[in-house]
């Protein structure tokens, strides 16, 4: 308690005055809270980031679940058992709907192969990726080509769609390259081929 007199003299005027009042300090937690409370900004955290933040969460979440509908393919993958980055492996792409990269073993293909999938699912261009790769290690390709679609290996790229989407998967235009090339025409309606060692001793063709 703290008593104070104050005597004010104009002239011949005087004042005379005593209040009293309390003094104390509050703890620093408290004065903390105070600030904060009393702070302008608090008010804006409060009344529009923090429903920003919660609308923003709902929406997101509508986003994820709408997106998990359009879905192909089933999730989820165990990364983990895929083939990984290495000497014997090449790459070939992502996995579908998703940014991580995907490599073939290259010592699996020693084995028998399938490229599967409905009509327009790219299992001609995903086969042709995997023998580009193995041309540029220089092993021999062998294509039996009814559709006549693999005869563009004797061309760079120049499909600007393609070009396109060229960013995605770390590549520019100038990296299209064209392959060395024999077709061997079929015209007999069973032909007899033999194949020696010499037939595709060209390395990378």
């Not at 790459?91 to 998703?98: Q, W």
């Not at 990269?101 to 261009?125: C, I, W």
């Not at 041309?135 to 679609?149: E, M, N, S």
Request: net charge positive; charged share 25%; with cysteine.
């Amino acid at each position: 308690m703290v008593e104070v007199n104050v005597t004010y003299w104009y002239g011949k005027k005087s004042a005379f005055s005593v209040d009293s009042f309390d003094v104390f300090v509050l703890p620093a937690p408290l004065a903390l809270l105070r600030a904060v409370f009393m702070h302008w900004l608090t008010y804006v955290v409060v009344f529009m980031l923090i429903p920003g933040f919660y609308f923003g969460r709902r929406l997101y979440m509508i986003w994820m679940e709408k997106k998990r509908r359009r879905r192909r393919y089933i999730f989820p993958i165990d990364f983990k058992k895929l083939p990984k980055t290495g000497p014997d492996s090449i790459l070939v792409g992502k996995i579908a709907e998703t940014d991580v990269k995907a490599y073939v073993d290259t010592k699996a293909l020693m084995m028998h192969s399938l490229s599967a999938g409905a009509t327009g699912a790219g299992k001609t261009v995903s086969a042709m990726i995997v023998a580009e790769e193995l041309l540029k290690r220089g092993v021999p390709i062998i294509v039996f080509d009814p559709t006549a679609q693999w005869t563009g290996f004797m061309k760079a790229c120049r499909d600007k769609r393609m070009f396109d989407i060229y960013p995605n998967f770390g590549l520019k235009p100038e990296d299209a390259k064209a392959f060395k090339t024999n077709i061997v025409l079929v015209t007999e309606q069973t032909p007899k081929w033999r194949w020696t060692y010499r037939s595709t001793e060209n390395l990378g063709k």
